[in-house]
């Protein structure tokens, strides 16, 4: 069972910068694949950005490639979201998700077994 926690959402500028974090529970067997997905009012959830936790391989939509960048601290079971350059299109609610299991793949929704309440992200123009 893995618990997923997010937070450092808030308001922010366009250009501006935020941190997320996303703090786990559980054992790191069970969270193999990390990821970040996001979801704007009327819109699908779209993957943002995935890690692969016990080798810190990343993967990174192309909307967020350059501006977005993950990191982790194993020992404190947390995952980070450095957003920089943020534009309004970035607004959404961003969520923490984990993959027991990797299939080559990095952000395929079906694969993510656990999922985080959210945490709220707005960029003002």
């Known amino acids: 069972q893995v618990l997923l926690v997010e937070s450092g959402g808030g308001s922010v500028q366009a250009g501006g910068s935020l941190r997320l974090s996303c703090v786990a529970s559980g054992d790191s067997r069970s969270r193999k694949l990390m990821g970040w997905f996001r979801q704007a009012p009327g819109k699908e959830r779209e993957g943002v950005a995935a890690i692969l936790t016990a080798v810190g391989s990343t993967y990174y939509a192309d909307s967020v490639k350059g501006r977005f960048t993950l990191s982790q601290d194993n020992a404190k079971k947390t995952l980070y979201l450095q957003m920089n350059s943020l534009n309004p299109e970035d607004t959404a609610m961003y969520y923490c998700?984990?993959?027991?299991?990797?299939?080559?793949?990095?952000?395929?929704?079906?694969?993510?077994?656990?999922w985080g309440r959210g945490t709220q992200v707005t960029v003002s123009s």
């Open positions: 998700a984990a993959a027991i299991g990797w299939y080559g793949r990095w952000l395929r929704q079906d694969d993510y077994n656990y």
